[in-house]
């Protein structure tokens, strides 16, 4: 049996900026964060059975990976040639549709994985690119080149996007004994709503493909300001001013909001309004695409008084720490070589 565990992530600043709708036309920005939240895949080889069977929130049991309706599994196992022989199964601190790149982490384990059972080196960039090569192209699922880099990198992660789909990654030049008091000023809370990020994500990217919408301008303009502060909020952290960032964050949820009319959720700009003003909350947004999921809150006071309010308001909050290590092998039975080979290689994957 092979296990991989691979971070989720929260997205700092730049969000929107990847999608190819808008990166081939201007470049993309994105600085998140992995967190020690976790995506765990195990594969293994039956000695009997010839199937391939599936375990995620549904079973699947198939003779070949087309009948499989996992669609990121069916194109993963037939991308490495396993066509027979297989059980998958998947375990998520964290339920899908939350914003914080499940569907990303659950490739990106699976491949790293399958390539660790084939024995198959790559580095950290091939396999983000493998997972966006599935999803971006052969799936065509609408979403960006985020979730997978990170699920591939962890840490505090800067991802420079050229117009021809080429990644830069890079660490934030961060002071790792303040980390803390970043994180316990920026806090998450479930919202308890889950949605589909394509679905979220289908208006801007209509809008930026289409120069001819009514909207074009505005979801282009919008973009473009999430960029130009997710560039603010890499200063603010590499200089230790995290209020400041709190306040950008701010700034970034009132661009997100212009991008479609499915980025709030009814009720969470009136509750914002109120913890501003009640709490000392310098800034705010819904994660990820928006739509559902956490809310992530930059608040540099009052923290017990804001959980109380936030858990009679149905929103429990989920502690946190940065994952600085990206996706990894967490156990092999074989013993095989590690897949991933770069610059930083990783011990045990």
């Given at each position: 049996?092979?296990?991989?565990?691979?971070?989720?992530?929260?997205?700092?600043?730049g969000?929107?900026?990847?999608?190819?709708s808008?990166?081939?036309?201007?470049?993309?920005?994105?600085?998140a964060?992995?967190?020690d939240?976790y995506?765990?895949?195990?594969?293994n080889?039956?000695?009997?059975d010839?199937?391939?069977?599936l375990?995620?929130?549904?079973?699947?049991?198939?003779?070949?990976?087309?009948?499989?309706?996992?669609?990121?599994?069916?194109?993963?196992?037939?991308?490495?040639?396993?066509?027979?022989?297989?059980?998958?199964?998947?375990?998520?601190?964290?339920?899908?549709?939350?914003?914080?790149?499940?569907?990303?982490?659950?490739?990106?384990?699976?491949?790293?994985a399958l390539?660790t059972?084939?024995?198959?080196?790559?580095?950290?960039?091939?396999?983000?690119?493998?997972?966006?090569?599935?999803?971006?192209?052969?799936?065509?699922?609408?979403?960006?080149?985020?979730?997978?880099?990170?699920?591939?990198?962890?840490?505090?992660?800067?991802?420079?996007?050229?117009?021809?789909?080429?990644?830069?990654?890079?660490?934030?030049r961060?002071?790792?004994?303040?980390?803390?008091d970043?994180?316990?000023?920026t806090?998450?809370f479930?919202?308890?709503?889950?949605?589909?990020?394509?679905?979220?994500?289908?208006?801007?990217?209509?809008?930026?493909?289409?120069?001819?919408?009514?909207?074009?301008?505005?979801?282009?303009?919008?973009l473009?300001?999430?960029?130009?502060?997710?560039?603010q909020i890499?200063?603010?952290?590499?200089?230790?001013?995290?209020?400041?960032?709190?306040?950008?964050?701010?700034?970034?949820?009132?661009?997100?909001?212009?991008?479609?009319?499915?980025?709030?959720?009814?009720?969470i700009?009136?509750?914002?309004?109120?913890?501003?003003?009640?709490?000392?909350?310098?800034?705010?947004?819904?994660?990820?695409?928006?739509?559902?999921g956490?809310?992530?809150?930059?608040?540099?006071?009052?923290?017990?008084?804001?959980?109380?309010f936030?858990?009679?308001?149905?929103m429990?909050?989920?502690?946190y720490?940065?994952?600085?290590?990206?996706?990894?092998?967490?156990?092999?039975?074989?013993?095989?070589?590690?897949?991933?080979?770069?610059?930083?290689?990783?011990?045990?994957?």
């Open positions: 049996m092979i296990v991989s565990r691979t971070p989720f992530r929260i997205t700092l600043g969000g929107g900026t990847d999608l190819p808008y990166y081939e036309k201007h470049g993309g920005f994105i600085l964060m992995g967190i939240k995506m765990h895949i195990a594969i080889t039956p000695l009997v010839r199937k391939i069977r375990q995620y929130t549904k079973s699947e049991t198939a003779s070949h990976p087309d009948e499989l309706q996992h669609e990121l599994a069916r194109e993963a196992l037939k991308r490495h040639g396993i066509f027979s022989r297989m059980e998958v199964s998947s375990i998520a601190d964290l339920p899908a549709g939350t914003g914080l790149g499940s569907s990303s982490c659950y490739l990106v384990g699976l491949l790293h390539r059972y084939r024995a198959d080196l790559c580095s950290r960039q091939e396999l983000a690119e493998e997972a966006c090569e599935i999803e971006l192209r052969l799936l065509d699922k609408g979403i960006g080149k985020q979730d997978q880099y990170m699920a591939a990198f962890g840490g505090m992660t800067l991802l420079q996007i050229g117009t021809d789909g080429t990644v830069e990654v890079s660490a934030c961060i002071n790792p004994t303040s980390m803390p970043f994180t316990s000023n806090m998450l479930y919202t308890g709503v889950r949605r589909s990020a394509p679905n979220v994500l289908r208006d801007q990217d209509h809008a930026m493909r289409d120069p001819g919408t009514p909207v074009h301008d505005a979801v282009q303009a919008a473009h300001g999430i960029k130009e502060v997710g560039y890499k200063e603010a952290l590499e200089t230790e001013n995290y209020d400041d960032f709190g306040r950008l964050m701010d700034e970034h949820w009132e661009h997100k909001k212009a991008l479609s009319s499915r980025i709030t959720i009814p009720g700009d009136a509750l914002y309004d109120e913890i501003k003003a009640r709490f000392g909350v310098l800034g705010g947004k819904v994660s990820g695409a928006g739509g559902g956490f809310f992530v809150v930059y608040a540099p006071q009052r923290h017990a008084e804001l959980n109380q936030m858990q009679q308001a149905g429990q909050r989920l502690p720490a940065i994952e600085f290590e990206g996706t990894k092998i967490i156990s092999n039975s074989d013993s095989l070589v590690a897949p991933l080979v770069d610059h930083d290689p990783v011990e045990g994957g």
